[in-house]
């Protein structure tokens, strides 16, 4: 038979919780005993329970005091208070300390079935609010976490495994890639999320300021050090801290970040004294630190201590049907600064630009190549004009890297110009053939096509297709 739920009876009367035992047990539920508030709240620690029956009169630790303390453990346990004296002041005095009901000796079998249900369901009902407000948490904290592609979505959900827990995390891609971008969605999806979030650019901070920057410095601990100054990590105390380019870090540094990784403590510059922190620690570098290794420049001990939990982000070349909703996105984002109201909908010869482009400095340079189309827009629409040469003709940054010059002839701009032409024909007939051979039914057209359906949704309107034709 399956269990409703789970119940703990905490009762010092045998006879009592034998009753109450059998009783539950018979309606399907799960149920502990204990004999005393001490007993039953260590129970609780080991496993959170549906329901807590707790009587009022026990030695020891009184049922009233128990109550206060169940709270403090789990703010929502739902615990019904039984008494042999249920005056008034004792139902009042229950409720104001939050039980969630106040049953009488002797009672009814109906009664305590009835309480025991309607707790389990306020509990119920407590969960799916808690787990909705991390769904909407989570889907708020993306932010500009964009993308439909395949390897997109396997990186949000290892966001969503990794970050309830306190592992650290290290975080690889190319530059531009939306790594602090990552480390603050798993940040703001964690426990720690109302606590700080502190991002230390390795290297841009000299290497014989970056320990007094990570760890803190005593006044007088060395030229300079005119007063006491608290270090990043004991800033980020209770929270989080990026350690973006991790890979720069100088050897000496690395010795002590091992130590605050396994020990959780530091010593600040000039002090003899350890401090202790709970700090998580997410990592990021643009360098394969698996060679740093080889090489000698990155300690092994303290890569395998960083890289518990891995996360790779692909460069933008490998995921192009994230493009559009990229520069769709970054549309709204910068007509929404810049008081523009250029349209989402992108022609198709910019998008087959876009789409080309190999993008070697990623999301990062596509976001810039859209801010600046949109503050220099002319009118309502992005063309061709509004991108950067390399982006715009292509046969000229292909020629500028080959020959070092930007230089390119009208017969290599009209070959390309062709080139886009015959790309966009192309996708509109595949799109178009997909359609059809689906009855116009968009979802089974996108998997026919291996493209996400809102990628397919925009590619529709961006090319003007009726999908009823």
Not at 199 to 221: D, K, M, Q, Y
Request: charged residues 30%; hydrophobic residues 40%.
């Amino acid at each position: 038979m399956a269990k409703k739920g789970s119940v703990l009876v905490v009762d010092d009367e045998e006879i009592m919780r034998d009753v109450l035992e059998t009783l539950l047990s018979a309606a399907g539920y799960r149920v502990d005993l204990a004999k005393t508030g001490e007993e039953g709240l260590e129970a609780y620690g080991r496993r959170a329970y549906d329901v807590v029956l707790l009587y009022v009169s026990m030695p020891g630790m009184g049922g009233l005091r128990a109550l206060e303390e169940f709270l403090k453990m789990d703010a929502e346990a739902a615990v019904i208070m039984i008494t042999a004296y249920a005056t008034f002041d004792t139902a009042i005095a229950a409720w104001e300390k939050g039980a969630f009901g106040c049953i009488r000796k002797p009672f009814q079998n109906e009664q305590i079935i009835a309480q025991v249900s309607a707790g389990i369901k306020r509990r119920r009902k407590e969960e799916e609010r808690q787990s909705l407000r991390r769904a909407m948490s989570r889907a708020v904290d993306r932010g500009e976490m964009v993308g439909h592609s395949d390897v997109m979505q396997e990186v949000f959900r290892l966001v969503d495994q990794v970050a309830p827990a306190r592992s650290t995390v290290l975080i690889t891609g190319e530059s531009g890639t939306g790594k602090e971008l990552i480390a603050k969605a798993i940040h703001e999806a964690s426990p720690r999320a109302t606590k700080p979030f502190v991002t230390v650019n390795s290297s841009n901070i000299p290497t014989e300021l970056l320990e007094s920057e990570l760890f803190g410095h005593t006044r007088g601990a060395f030229t300079g050090a005119v007063a006491a100054k608290k270090g990043l990590f004991e800033v980020a105390d209770g929270g989080s801290i990026f350690l973006d380019e991790i890979g720069d870090i100088p050897p000496e540094t690395q010795a002590r970040l091992l130590r605050v990784i396994q020990e959780r403590e530091f010593t600040p510059l000039g002090d003899t004294s350890p401090r202790r922190v709970d700090v998580r620690i997410i990592a990021a570098t643009n360098i394969d630190l698996k060679e740093a290794v080889k090489q000698g420049t990155f300690r092994e001990d303290l890569y395998y201590r960083l890289s518990v939990v891995p996360i790779e982000l692909p460069p933008l070349r490998d995921r192009r049907e994230d493009i559009l909703l990229l520069a769709q996105h970054f549309i709204r984002k910068y007509n929404e600064e810049n008081g523009r109201q250029v349209s989402e909908q992108i022609n198709p010869e910019v998008l087959a630009l876009l789409e080309s482009y190999s993008w070697p400095g990623n999301v990062r340079e596509l976001e810039n190549a859209i801010e600046r189309a949109v503050v220099i827009a002319p009118g309502l629409e992005i063309t061709r004009e509004c991108l950067r040469t390399e982006v715009s003709d292509p046969q000229v940054a292909r020629a500028s890297l080959r020959e070092g010059s930007s230089g390119t002839s009208s017969l290599d701009i009209g070959r390309g110009i062709n080139f886009y032409d015959e790309v966009r024909r192309f996708e509109i007939d595949l799109i178009r053939q997909a359609l059809e051979r689906t009855g116009g039914h968009q979802s089974r057209a996108a998997r026919l096509l291996g493209m996400n359906a809102t990628t397919l949704n925009s590619k529709i309107k961006t090319y003007n297709i009726d999908p009823r034709q």
